[in-house]
């Protein structure tokens, strides 16, 4: 069965790049953006890893580990780093899962038996600190992930999970927020001393509460 919304992430052993990880220890208290790729040596999924190292401040910022996965081995993996952090001009900085046996990539769903290829899709988890996941994304072999997309998604998360409001379309980090509908203007004048803008009764926008 897929893995929804709300599920906590399956727990798993694995060797990787820098040696043999439980997935749950190793992400401890942190967020944890799980991604999969087709294979190493391959063009895209290079440009995407070393973009990951290079956000690696980033994801410190918001708690965030990373870890990559493919269905090749360790030794390919070791190999395939040199050829990311010299064409890259990075210096991967997080583990990438060995995948041979594809156990984790059936765990995560992470093969399509429609796509063109039998490898990995290019899939993301976004999995909060309780292990829940809490974001899915699915992109075809072709075509590049984008980051800052994925650091957007975390900081709507983050902030939503500490504050009564909804991220609108395109919104990012220090833009206006939405009311929840279901908080009374009452509620709301208390627990947002900037006001709002009430554009209708449920849609009120306020400057981000933490800024």
């Known amino acids: 069965m897929s893995l929804r919304l709300g599920d906590t992430a399956p727990d798993f052993t694995a060797n990787t790049s820098v040696g043999k990880i439980n997935f749950h220890e190793w992400a401890g208290d942190n967020w944890v953006v799980l991604y999969s790729h087709p294979a190493d040596f391959t063009p895209v ?3 995407e890893l070393g973009q990951a190292a290079k956000l690696k401040e980033e ?6 580990k990373a870890i990559a996965l493919s269905v090749d081995s360790t030794e390919h993996h070791n190999h395939w780093i040199g050829d990311i952090n010299d064409t890259q001009n990075a210096e991967v900085n997080f583990p990438i899962i060995a995948d041979e046996d594809r156990h984790i990539s059936e765990l995560y769903d992470m093969i399509h038996p429609n796509s063109d290829s039998p490898g990995t899709v290019r899939s993301v988890f976004i999995i909060d600190a309780a292990n829940k996941i809490r974001t899915t994304l699915t992109y075809p072999a072709s075509t590049g992930r984008n980051f800052g997309e994925i650091l957007r998604v975390i900081d709507s998360l983050q902030l939503t999970d500490n504050h009564r409001v909804a991220t609108p379309v395109d919104w990012v980090e220090g833009q206006d927020c939405v009311i ?12 947002f001393p900037k006001g709002w803008n009430e554009l209708r009764p449920y849609l009120r926008m306020t400057p981000q509460p933490n800024k």
Do not use: M, W, Y
């Not at 994801?59 to 965030?64: A, I, P, S, T, Y």
């Not at 908080?183 to 004048?189: C, M, T």
């Open 45 to 47: 999924c290079t440009t």
């Open 59 to 64: 994801f410190d910022k918001r708690g965030v």
């Open 180 to 191: 929840l509908p279901t908080i009374s203007n009452e509620d709301a004048a208390s627990q």
